[in-house]
């Protein structure tokens, strides 16, 4: 089992505190490996939460891409 922080620390109002730590060092270290371009598209997408059945289920995000497909940020 992977823990990423204490399950006494729980928040209460965010629904991800169990990864919070994880999704904020992702966000850092996107960001600092970003090359600004001129054009980026800002999207909404599903996170499945269970991969054998097609996503109906599971966590929205919104996403900022290049048009390469680089991934810059995400909430």
Known sequence: FIHFTDNLNDTGG???W????LINLLQERFISHFV???NL??????VACN???PI????KMLC????????????
């Open 36 to 38: 600004p371009v001129k």
């Open 18 to 21: 169990k990864i919070r730590p």
């Open 56 to 59: 109906k289920v599971g966590y």
């Open 64 to 75: 900022l891409n290049t048009p390469c497909g680089y991934l810059a940020n995400f909430d």
């Open 14 to 16: 965010d629904k991800l």
């Open 51 to 53: 991969s054998a059945k």
């Open 41 to 46: 598209s800002y999207d909404e997408c599903m």
